[in-house]
């Protein structure tokens, strides 16, 4: 609902307003139009109503629209800008994000790095901190996967992307990491999800493996409730009975997103997937839906990777799959 504020409505009067609203808990963003103050509320719609908000001073009207998605839904703010890390997202871009699941040494990353960047990549990738399935597997190098990162970001120019699995990873990723990344398993974790939205850093927020579309539109809406605008989602396959794939890659969600939210979503043909040989062909089904980008493991020797070799391209298959996306590109 809107609250529309008259043209000469005083300080006083959209106050109280703003006032009432704080004490009823009541979640308010404010806009102008023209000259015009305008109120967006989310929350209790009920609660709203016995509000009675159109008979306070100073107000024009009340809008009756409804949205629970106030700042991530697609009539929110237009006016913010679709750039992330420096990247602008628009009808032609494509975005790609490419490295190894896991960073595991300075010499394997700096290969990669400097192949995917070669091969044309825009942003690094790398685990830091890695949520496995078993204890008993590689958990990751830690602050010093970061820091590596960092350093393959200044030799190869290159924006990196690495994963917080808690709230206590955000202050050590904060000097090294341009975007900082929610993993599937931490979609749900609405503590970490709030941190982030005070961070002055892009976050990527990975849809869990059994979230509903509107599930993940709500925890994108918690990072962006707290002040943090620079949400990039992530599409990374959901749990279905099939067995023949690690995930399902939901190819519907794209049109969905484009449909419900201004945000932009990119597309992880590797854990969706689970096998190297279906990267490719889900990475250009992503293009062709009309998603605004992926990001895509790759490894220099996938056979000896620590993690998730089966699902990482080799160098030169991601060196093809960037031609092939450039040429994708040119006939939509
Ligand atoms: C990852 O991107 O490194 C990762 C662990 O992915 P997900 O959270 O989608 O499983
Ligand atoms: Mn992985």
Not at 191 to 220: C, M, Y
Not at 272 to 289: C, D, I, P, Y
Request: hydrophobic share 40%; glycine share 6%.
């Amino acid at each position: 609902m809107n609250v529309v504020m008259k043209i000469d409505a005083s300080l006083e009067n959209i106050s109280k307003i703003k006032e009432i609203l704080n004490k009823n808990n009541i979640f308010f963003s404010e806009s102008k139009s023209g000259s015009r103050i305008i109120l967006s509320l989310a929350g209790d719609k009920e609660k709203i109503d016995r509000l009675s908000l159109a008979n306070f001073m100073g107000v024009e009207y009340l809008t009756s629209e409804w949205t629970d998605l106030p700042l991530t839904g697609l009539n929110s703010n237009k006016a913010i800008e679709h750039k992330v890390a420096q990247f602008s997202f628009d009808k032609n871009s494509f975005l790609v994000i490419a490295g190894p699941c896991s960073v595991e040494s300075k010499d394997q990353l700096f290969t990669i790095a400097e192949n995917v960047k070669d091969s044309g990549a825009s942003f690094l990738r790398g685990g830091a901190f890695k949520p496995r399935t078993s204890p008993y597997s590689f958990q990751g190098l830690g602050e010093e996967g970061y820091k590596l990162l960092y350093l393959a970001k200044q030799k190869y120019n290159l924006p990196v992307v690495s994963e917080v699995m808690s709230i206590k990873h955000i202050s050590k990723a904060y000097d090294y990491i341009d975007v900082l990344q929610v993993g599937a398993r931490n979609m749900y974790n609405y503590e970490l999800l709030k941190e982030l939205g005070k961070q002055k850093k892009p976050v990527i927020l990975k849809r869990s493996f059994s979230a509903t579309i509107d599930e993940w539109l709500n925890a994108a809406e918690y990072i962006l409730k707290e002040g943090n605008k620079e949400v990039i989602l992530c599409e990374r396959g959901i749990r279905t009975f099939s067995k023949d794939s690690r995930n399902t890659l939901d190819i519907n969600a794209i049109p969905i997103i484009k449909k419900k939210t201004h945000l932009p979503i990119i597309i992880d043909p590797s854990h969706s997937t689970g096998h190297w040989w279906m990267v490719e062909s889900m990475s250009l089904a992503a293009l062709a839906a009309g998603a605004d980008g992926i990001m895509v493991e790759v490894h220099n020797d996938p056979k000896n990777a620590l993690s998730d070799g089966n699902q990482s391209l080799k160098t030169d298959k991601f060196s093809s799959l960037m031609s092939k996306i450039n040429k994708l590109k040119l006939v939509l």
